[in-house]
């Protein structure tokens, strides 16, 4: 059964609620279309997949899982809401992908069974979702193994990131649903950093995300005033 007590209602209902439409690149999950490609440039610099173990954490409809496992050995994907890993789970089947397994399972509890699994562990645009972001650090620290990589992203809690990620994506450019985003449950890097320390992650490299409304276009650089990335390295035991 599902480890429930580090999760939001309220946010698997909103994302439950859009999840026949995550493979629309037209749809609310555009962005994360085209913001993909360069997560995963980004992951496979740090740490190129090839003949790796890969979990995906919060995974929703597997966008970036199923781009994972075109180089990795094998992938995971879990989240806890229902409707998304249906979506997600015909989807790898309809691409004919033999190395993508879907999971309704907590991090947290995933990592009472599969602890040091794993050479990857991603957690990207979900930290800022839960009500515990520490505690979903500590698991992700648990699944990877000694010397593994572990790479978050989420949302800076700056008066830069309420105007562009809530009130221009939001309801000025309408480019995600209204309450898709909570400014109180965004996290400072420094926030961040500090758990990742606390479990034995050593920070490797930060990016910020930038976006262009005019052009409709994503590029990665070193302002992380609004969205950022970091990559992390678990200390060998």
Known sequence: MAKLDNVDPSELSKFSDLAHRWWDPQSEFRPLHEINPLRLAWISECSPLSGLKVLDVGCGGGILTEAMAMSAMSVKGIDLATKSLKVAQLHALESGLQNVQYQEVSVETLAQSEAGQYDVV????????????????????????????????????????????????????????????????????????????????????IKGLSYNPLTRRYWVNQDVGVNYWVATQRGQA
Do not use: W
């Not at 989420?154 to 000025?172: D, V």
């Not at 209204?178 to 920070?203: C, D, V």
């Open 122 to 205: 991603t957690c990207m645009e979900m930290l800022e979702h839960v009500p515990d972001y520490a505690s979903v650090v500590k698991a992700c620290s648990q699944l990877v193994k000694p010397g593994g990589y572990v790479y978050f992203s989420t949302l800076n809690r700056t008066p830069k990131s309420f105007l562009f990620a809530i009130l221009g994506a939001e309801y000025i450019l309408n480019m995600l649903p209204k309450g898709t985003h909570e400014y109180a449950k965004f996290i400072k890097p420094s926030e961040l950093a500090r758990a990742q320390r606390e479990n034995g992650l050593q920070e490797l490299d």
